[in-house]
């Protein structure tokens, strides 16, 4: 129980440095955001790999489950990162 | 060790955070971006020394796969279509955390049997709040992609989509109940249930919303796969998870409600109110009769002459532009008007494009100056200055009910305050209603023109007469 109290007040206060922050970002660049912090939601490959990295306790089914998410994270992420390149880099021409 | 990946999931929550602090103005925002996908190799890198990773290649199978279909993806997507890609990106985010969820819970299974792991009542809430959002996540966001397509249209069964929101909520909630209190590492069926009951709720949750309403919804759905990355972290007891998906969690919350502030509309009212036009709109023949003989066409060569003499000009781009391809032309006629002296301006509206600051990026593909785009706020007091206001395939968001007619469905929602300029120009393929379904009494007022076609195609028109002046 203590370390999901830990956890939990980690969660609370991240959420409020995300809003003190995201709260400055102007609108002319939420698109961005929106697919920059997409390509962060692919944190969740970190999981996905600790899945499919085969120690003794994972079964057939959790490894392919694994892995499969190991591909759509790395989508996310790959895909997030490179259009939100894309995007920043037409409004850094001016 | 295990300092060491710690230390490491930290660096990448911090390198997020100034990432996205970067994102607060334009200059900065490319280099932002490199440092929130210098976070995530730092994680990735961290990931990989964990001692449970004793295998490297079905990882290396997992990233070449996705790595391969996201960078082509990324090259490929056209910026008219951003809205479908987060939109997808989002539901992908959220099949990914279900099925880090579900993995974990089959280990967590093998863990119990060889007597390492006993299943606590908050690792129980975890996996079943992972499963939940991570499912909904899924399916919800590509029903959203099929609605921004148009391939899925506004359902008019509200009330059997409701209906079944409820049972399975209830559902859930018993199975939950059952995995927690009773057995939690013996329920494969159990989880399986939840899992696909999950997947449904996500589609009747976004079924019954409005397809105008999506760029709500995206924006939600963009948190969800965040708090699905979070409730992952949960699960894992992983803090650089929890903390990243916060972030993308909080994001998401405060582009949904500055969204639903534009509209003039309550999170709950877009979730479970329907569609719009459903509840408020009028029908074709009152449609017509509202605007029959009392609408001025005007045509291109007008609205070339009308410019010739203009001071201050605005563009008012709404998502008709951005259907017609006419960005470039804008730019082009933009330019025109100021090689004559004229000062010309872009007035934005929050929920102008299909997704929070999509007109923005579209413009900025047109090469037009971002500090020429203006938000509504600060444009709204210079329109009584305003020579001509050109409105390019915009409707709701210049209906002057909306600050006038308390009768109005959309009656306080806040819009740019067009008719207050010298001349509007509203350029529309015809005069059917926008989405909220309701006619346009600025399109019959004294001031206002209405040259009928194709944006693009009426702008180059006028761009060739403003050659021939």
Request: charge should be neutral.
């Amino acid at each position: 129980m203590e370390m999901f109290i830990l956890s939990l007040t980690i969660f609370v206060l991240a959420v409020f440095v995300g809003v003190e922050v995201i709260n400055k970002v102007p609108p002319t660049l939420h698109t961005p955001l929106m697919s920059g912090t997409n390509a962060i939601s692919g944190i969740v490959v970190v999981g996905a790999i600790i899945s499919s990295g085969g120690s003794e306790h994972t079964t057939v089914l959790s490894t392919v489950l694994g892995v499969a998410a190991i591909a759509l994270a790395t989508i996310n992420i790959v895909a997030g990162f490179m259009v939100t390149d894309r995007m920043l880099n037409m409004f850094k021409k001016k | 060790m295990e300092t060491v990946i710690n230390i490491g999931y930290l660096v990448a929550a911090v390198l997020f955070i100034l990432g996205i602090k970067g994102m607060t103005k334009p200059k900065t925002a490319v280099r932002g971006n490199q440092m929130s996908a210098t976070g995530m190799l730092v994680a990735i890198i961290a990931a990989l020394l964990d001692n449970n990773v004793v295998s490297y290649e079905y990882i290396i199978i997992g990233v070449l796969i996705g790595g391969a279909i996201g960078a082509f993806i990324a090259k490929k997507v056209a910026m008219t279509d951003m809205p479908e890609l987060v939109a997808a990106l989002n539901g992908i985010g959220g099949g990914a955390s279900l099925l880090v969820a579900s993995a974990n819970y089959l280990e967590s299974q093998k863990l119990a049997e060889m007597g390492q792991f006993v299943p606590t009542y908050d690792w129980s809430i975890a996996v079943i709040l992972s499963i939940l959002i991570g499912a909904v996540t899924l399916t919800g966001s590509f029903i959203a992609v099929g609605k921004l397509k148009g391939k899925i249209g506004d359902a008019k069964q509200v009330r059997l989509f409701k209906w079944i929101v409820k049972l399975s909520l209830a559902a859930l909630l018993a199975g939950a109940a059952y995995f927690a209190a009773v057995d939690p590492v013996n329920s494969d069926l159990l989880i399986a249930g939840l899992i696909i009951l999950c997947l449904i709720l996500g589609i009747c949750l976004v079924m019954p919303i409005g397809g105008a309403d999506m760029p709500v919804v995206v924006a939600l759905l963009n948190s969800y796969s965040g708090l699905a990355g979070a409730a992952a972290g949960f699960v894992l007891g992983n803090n650089g998870l929890i903390i990243t998906g916060s972030l993308v969690g909080a994001s998401g919350i405060i582009l949904t409600s500055i969204m639903c502030k534009a509209m003039n509309r309550s999170l709950t009212n877009v979730l479970f109110g329907g569609s719009m036009s459903e509840s408020s709109g009028v029908s074709r023949s009152e449609n017509d009769a509202f605007y029959e003989g009392k609408v001025k066409f005007s045509s291109a060569d007008e609205l070339a002459m009308l410019l010739d003499g203009a001071q201050n000009v605005v563009f008012v781009p709404g998502y008709g532009l951005a259907v017609a391809q006419a960005q470039h032309a804008t730019r082009e006629l933009a330019g025109m008007l100021e090689k004559q002296g004229a000062k010309v301006k872009y007035a934005i509206h929050p929920v102008a494009g299909r997704m929070p600051g999509h007109m923005n990026v579209l413009l900025a593909e047109a090469e037009v100056p971002y500090d020429q785009l203006v938000e509504m706020d600060a444009i709204n007091p210079e329109f009584s200055q305003t020579d001509v206001a050109i409105v390019l395939g915009a409707n709701d968001v210049v209906n002057p009910a909306a600050a006038e007619d308390p009768n109005s469905p959309i009656f306080g929602m806040p819009i740019l305050d067009v008719h207050h300029a010298k001349t509007v120009v509203v350029v529309k393929r015809g005069l059917s209603p926008g989405f909220a379904g309701i006619p346009n009494e600025l399109f019959i007022r004294d001031n206002s023109l209405m040259v009928a076609g194709d944006a693009k195609k009426v702008l180059q028109d006028t761009i060739s007469a403003l050659k021939d002046l």
